[in-house]
């Protein structure tokens, strides 16, 4: 490319030079011919004068007398009637320019010039006009090969850019090469850069998600699975019965699974989309409650729940439950003694608490635990960052109220009963 550039502003510069130059010699040409001939003429009229003015005082005219106002390089032909012409100078061969001038009193002067004069003038004017020209395309030589670098590296970089983004390196560079329409390109590749990179993030990030919050579910399922598979064999009627109701609630947890999937996949297109509505909160904290029991029962711990009843709060049910599952967990795995769940109202909202006996949140880490990848417990440390983007997703918020003993507290919109109607 730099080759071509190259080569294309040396031929415009080449053409140009040409076209002006050739017109620049023929003008001058004619322009020092012209000039010769005036030269000539004025020399003419001048002689003419100083013959005649010699004449009238009564002088003799003569080669002597007249040589000092011959001019050099020049042959003068002086004609007076009565006498001998006198000619002065050296007469010139070939073709020459020749003028003649008549006085008042019958001379005649003629002078000449040998055009090898005039060219010769032509010629240095073209030596000038061919070294100025020589001059003009070195120049436009070397600004040729510094434009073509100006212009070739920056397109060689954006290459290289382009080949990064197109194997997966997507940080922008932010290099600018002050060409506007090169700086236009670099623009467009930073922000391609950009949004591949947010992209990249939201995709792993939806997977770190998906494998998290698939987890808990599915560690809940297997748990009523398990009590499924051990009470099937039984044959007292209250077993089967037992049975069937394990068998519905894993039912019902596979189909929350499945609204988990659905909700990460809705997120990872459009994370501001919501579907949040009115709902009976107890429900929810009594499910999580119940599918939990047979974790803490196997580990010999409990889960009870209390508070406010008949509240009703907006959001999104799976999303809600999906954050109690998280805290529930965090407290089975890390926590010990018996986990609360307390539902009240504060405001026009609705708290859901979490508490449990252990040891709580490190004082080193605080209201870090919300922070991706930060975990006191070697644990991946995504479940409270997820559960905390799930409840503002609903335009709620999940804080940590107490660090020892843990209280986590999930805050919710309530939705206020209509007063009713006054009698008449």
């Given at each position: 490319?730099?080759?071509?550039?190259i080569?294309?502003t040396?031929?415009?510069?080449?053409?140009v030079?040409a076209?002006?130059g050739?017109?620049?010699v023929l003008v001058?040409s004619?322009?020092?011919e012209d000039s010769?001939?005036?030269s000539v003429?004025s020399?003419?009229?001048?002689?003419v004068?100083?013959?005649?003015?010699?004449?009238?005082?009564?002088e003799?005219?003569t080669?002597a007398?007249?040589?000092n106002?011959i001019?050099?390089?020049?042959h003068?032909?002086?004609?007076?009637?009565g006498?001998a012409?006198?000619?002065?100078?050296?007469r010139?061969?070939?073709r020459?320019?020749?003028?003649?001038?008549?006085g008042?009193h019958?001379?005649?002067?003629?002078v000449?010039?040998?055009?090898s004069q005039?060219?010769?003038?032509?010629?240095?004017?073209?030596l000038?006009?061919?070294?100025v020209?020589l001059?003009?395309?070195g120049?436009?030589?070397?600004?040729a090969?510094?434009?073509s670098?100006?212009v070739?590296?920056?397109?060689?970089?954006l290459?290289?850019t382009?080949?990064?983004l197109?194997?997966?390196d997507?940080?922008?560079r932010?290099?600018?090469y002050g060409?506007?329409?090169?700086?236009?390109v670099a623009?467009?590749?930073?922000s391609?850069?950009d949004?591949?990179?947010?992209?990249l993030t939201?995709?792993?990030?939806?997977a770190a998600?998906?494998s998290?919050q698939?987890?808990t579910?599915l560690?809940a399922?297997?748990?009523r699975l398990?009590?499924?598979i051990?009470?099937?064999d039984?044959?007292d009627?209250g077993e089967?019965?037992s049975?069937?109701?394990?068998?519905t609630?894993?039912?019902?947890?596979?189909?929350r699974?499945?609204?988990?999937?659905?909700?990460?996949?809705?997120?990872s297109?459009?994370p501001r989309?919501?579907?949040?509505?009115?709902?009976d909160?107890d429900?929810?904290?009594k499910?999580?409650?119940?599918?939990?029991k047979p974790a803490?029962?196997?580990?010999?711990?409990a889960?009870?729940h209390?508070?406010?009843?008949?509240l009703r709060?907006v959001?999104?049910?799976?999303?809600?439950?999906?954050?109690?599952a998280t805290?529930?967990?965090?407290?089975?795995?890390?926590?010990?003694g018996?986990v609360?769940l307390r539902?009240r109202?504060?405001g026009?909202q609705?708290v859901?608490e979490v508490?449990?006996?252990g040891?709580?949140?490190?004082?080193?880490?605080?209201?870090?635990?919300f922070?991706r990848?930060?975990?006191?417990?070697?644990?991946?440390?995504?479940?409270?960052?997820?559960?905390?983007d799930?409840?503002e997703a609903?335009?709620?918020?999940?804080?940590?109220l107490?660090?020892?003993?843990?209280?986590f507290?999930?805050?919710?919109?309530?939705e206020?009963p209509?007063?009713?109607?006054p009698?008449a």
């Amino acid at each position: 490319m730099r080759r071509r550039l190259i080569q294309s502003t040396l031929a415009v510069v080449l053409v140009v030079v040409a076209v002006f130059g050739v017109s620049l010699v023929l003008v001058e040409s004619r322009t020092i011919e012209d000039s010769a001939e005036e030269s000539v003429q004025s020399e003419a009229v001048q002689l003419v004068s100083v013959v005649e003015s010699r004449i009238v005082a009564g002088e003799k005219v003569t080669p002597a007398s007249m040589h000092n106002a011959i001019p050099s390089n020049r042959h003068v032909r002086i004609e007076v009637p009565g006498k001998a012409a006198i000619e002065l100078g050296e007469r010139p061969e070939g073709r020459v320019i020749e003028a003649s001038q008549r006085g008042g009193h019958g001379e005649r002067v003629t002078v000449q010039q040998a055009y090898s004069q005039v060219q010769d003038e032509v010629g240095r004017t073209v030596l000038i006009i061919f070294a100025v020209a020589l001059l003009a395309v070195g120049a436009a030589a070397v600004l040729a090969v510094r434009q073509s670098r100006l212009v070739a590296a920056p397109l060689t970089d954006l290459a290289e850019t382009a080949e990064r983004l197109g194997s997966g390196d997507p940080r922008p560079r932010h290099r600018r090469y002050g060409v506007p329409e090169l700086d236009r390109v670099a623009d467009v590749l930073d922000s391609s850069a950009d949004r591949i990179g947010r992209m990249l993030t939201a995709e792993r990030r939806l997977a770190a998600d998906a494998s998290h919050q698939l987890r808990t579910p599915l560690t809940a399922l297997s748990m009523r699975l398990e009590e499924i598979i051990a009470m099937a064999d039984a044959d007292d009627p209250g077993e089967r019965d037992s049975v069937k109701e394990e068998a519905t609630i894993a039912l019902v947890q596979v189909e929350r699974l499945t609204d988990v999937v659905q909700r990460l996949l809705t997120n990872s297109r459009d994370p501001r989309s919501g579907s949040a509505i009115s709902f009976d909160l107890d429900e929810v904290v009594k499910q999580q409650s119940e599918e939990w029991k047979p974790a803490y029962r196997n580990a010999g711990r409990a889960i009870v729940h209390s508070g406010k009843t008949g509240l009703r709060a907006v959001g999104t049910p799976g999303a809600v439950a999906q954050v109690l599952a998280t805290l529930i967990e965090n407290a089975l795995m890390h926590g010990a003694g018996t986990v609360a769940l307390r539902t009240r109202v504060t405001g026009n909202q609705v708290v859901v608490e979490v508490t449990d006996e252990g040891p709580g949140v490190a004082p080193s880490l605080g209201s870090r635990v919300f922070e991706r990848t930060v975990s006191g417990h070697n644990s991946t440390g995504l479940g409270l960052a997820v559960a905390r983007d799930l409840a503002e997703a609903d335009g709620g918020r999940l804080e940590l109220l107490q660090q020892h003993p843990p209280v986590f507290a999930l805050f919710l919109s309530r939705e206020v009963p209509d007063d009713p109607a006054p009698s008449a």
